[in-house]
Every structure is written in C-alpha cells, then in structure tokens.
C-alpha cells in the first residue's frame, strides 16, 4: 500500500512540474500582464497590436525563428508562438521536416514526452487547411503542439503553447465581436 501511496505522489509531483513548466515563457507564467512580460524580457511595446507582440528575428538555439507572444483583451498573457523560416513547397520533406522534429525534440527536453504523437502524409500538409500537427503536450491547464503550416504556398514548422481558458475565453470574445459587426454591416444596406 506504501508504494501505491509512493507512486501516486510521485507522478502528482511530475504533473505539477509538467504544469508549471508548460504554463509559461522563459519563467513568465501565462497569466501575467502584458507590460510585465515585455519589461522582464526587455522589450518595449511599440506595436499598435494590443493583442500580440511580435519578434521578427528570434533564435531558438541557432535557428532564426519568428515570436509572437499572445495578450487577451485585457492584457494577460496567455500563450505564445515561435515560427520558423519558411520554405516552398519543394523543400517540405527535408527542411520543413527538420525543423518541426527539432522543435518536437527540444519540447521533448522541455515538458517529456508528448501526451499525443500524430503522422501526417505531406498531402494533408498541402492540401488542408491549417496546421497539421506533429506532437502535443496536454496538462488540462496548458496545451503545447509542435505542428507544420502554410500560408501563401510557403510551409514552415511551428510551435505553439497556450494556456487553455484564457485561449478559449480570448476566442469567444473574437467570434462575439465579429457576430456583433456582422450584425452592425447588415444594417448598412
């Protein structure tokens, strides 16, 4: 009985570590207001985007990525997202792939095994719409996808880590506004 008591507590502590881990940037937790997170990471807010903050040139390791890191309506940081170079699609199979499994491998580093591993035949990458993903760490808190993208027939690698209510909240206030200005646009005809 000692050791089933043993292992529950040690696998509570792991996902508590897994939690913490995944729930923020650089030792930012997501939650955070947005004037903070640019202040601990030395950025000054010049961007007129009250809801993303963009670092066009951001190394990961010695790979240029692009940042973006993501605000709610009222400043809470809630995720971010890191991008890498792009490419056409000829160099999917080998440059696109290298950099989604580099990412894949440094969050295997970062937050362990993925809780969900997915393959995807490069048709789907081309021919569906959005990101098909690769690996996904899931807490029920925080979520983490490694994933390959395309826009403007050019593809690349991405990660993504979010914090799931403020992510899902930030969304629905989205779609309300729009319905909202849908609404408002109808009445101008």
Known sequence: MRRIVLVVCVLMLAGNVLADDLCEF?????????????????????????????????????????????????????????????????KIEYDVNQDVAFISAAFKNKYGAPTKSLDFKMSDII???????????????????????HYNSEFFAQADVLESKLFRDFMADRRAKKATSAKKAAKDF
């Open 127 to 149: 021919f569906k719409e959005g990101n098909q993903i690769r690996d996904e760490w899931d807490n029920n808190v925080c979520v983490a996808r490694t994933s390959i993208g």
């Open 26 to 90: 650089k030792g930012i937790p997501f939650g955070t207001d947005k004037a903070e997170v640019l202040s601990r990471l030395g950025y000054t807010d010049d961007h007129k985007d009250k809801n993303r903050f963009y670092v066009f040139k951001y190394n990961v390791s010695d790979r240029p990525t692009s940042l973006t890191l993501n605000f709610d309506n009222s400043g809470s940081f809630f995720g971010f997202t890191i991008r890498f170079e792009k490419y056409t699609a000829n």
